[in-house]
């Protein structure tokens, strides 16, 4: 729908307004070429729901040729669907099909289209960046005056005869813009990002119920489970990864421990019952993405560092439960995590982990002597 709809109508357009079969084909392909490169480079992010909405605003976009320049609020089009489809690079891309639409249809200047791509990228950039807020305010009002200004250079003072429909076509455009991308903005903070913010945080509490039934059936695995995450959200902070996803991965790699069917994995008993607790897409996909970690292959920094932790806190758990004397902990660290990255079939041989980071981590696992003493 994205592709054909939008591109149809521009082709209409012109055939109606200038009895062009050239125009109306050049308009269909080229339309059509666009929206395929986007819905093609985006697909990932494009669901039936998203493509609706983007076939609504494509074709909203090609009603310039009915009403005068500028006034179709472009930008808070592209601001929409980078927003709704949780991609900032969907909604860049959507707005050059978005500018292209009414390029096409008004056979308007280049000028025309550089205005509304730029601003439209100024407002996605603004509003996107701000969408974890929901204040939105100081974003508006740098995004009208970069489009007064911009509007001013590249539209007005090429003109020599100023007209009323110059300058209020433009104002309707800006205040259009302005209202959508403010009540975009508020209905995505308030309905989507609070709601997912809520998910987020229900999940990494310590006192989840699949944690508390961890606790009550298997308290090694619990403790095994509540330390790596512990260490895994410390150094997520430290070097800058997604605090919350790594917690939740700590938590929960081994959950599905809680179904004892040794015929079905254990990848997939933790993903099943991830999946029933209605986890978040990207804590799914890590554990997921965690639990399919084969010799040879290439492994996140993020994945790295959780089985890095996993797998020391639990060599420490075994060596502890040995009754062995207490053994070096800086050689016998040194040597699990050495495990890992040398020899033909270590997991971590082909680890994205930065070499600074993996320093860092070996270090701080080092000097944590007496909290091991939580871990007997």
Known sequence: ?????????????????????????????????????????????????????????????????????????????????????????????????????????????????????????????????????????????????????????????????????????????????????EVAGYYYYTNVFRPEKDKYLNVVDPEHPLLLRLKSTNNREYKRAIHTAHFTELFAEEFGYDRVLMKGLGFYHRIGVLREDEETPLTIRTLSLAMEEEFPDDIIEALKEYGEVRPGQKVSAELSITIIVDTVINSLMNEFASGRKRPDLAKFIDKEILALFSGKNSLLKKSLIPYYDLEEIRKQLKGEGIYYDFLR
């Open 1 to 181: 729908m994205p592709v054909f709809v939008p591109a149809i109508i521009s082709a209409f357009e012109i055939l109606l307004l200038q009895q062009s079969i050239t125009g109306a084909v050049r308009n269909f392909i080229v339309a059509s070429v666009i929206g395929f490169a986007l819905c093609y480079s985006c697909s990932r992010y494009i669901d039936s729901k998203m493509a609706l909405i983007m076939t609504v605003l494509g074709t909203a976009a090609s009603l310039q040729a009915f009403l005068p320049g500028f006034i179709i609020p472009v930008a808070s089009f592209g601001v929409v669907t980078a927003l709704f489809a949780g991609d900032v690079f969907t909604g860049a891309f959507s707005l050059f099909l978005f500018s292209a639409l009414p390029f096409l249809s008004n056979e308007s200047s280049y000028e025309a289209f550089l205005f509304c791509t730029v601003t439209g990228m100024i407002g996605i950039t603004l509003i996107y960046s701000r969408r974890e807020t929901g204040k939105y305010k100081e974003a508006l009002l740098v995004y009208s005056l970069v489009s007064i200004i911009l509007y001013t250079g590249l539209i007005i003072m090429k003109r020599s005869v100023i007209t009323p429909e110059l300058i209020l076509a433009p104002v309707a455009g800006l205040i259009l813009n302005i209202v959508i991308m």
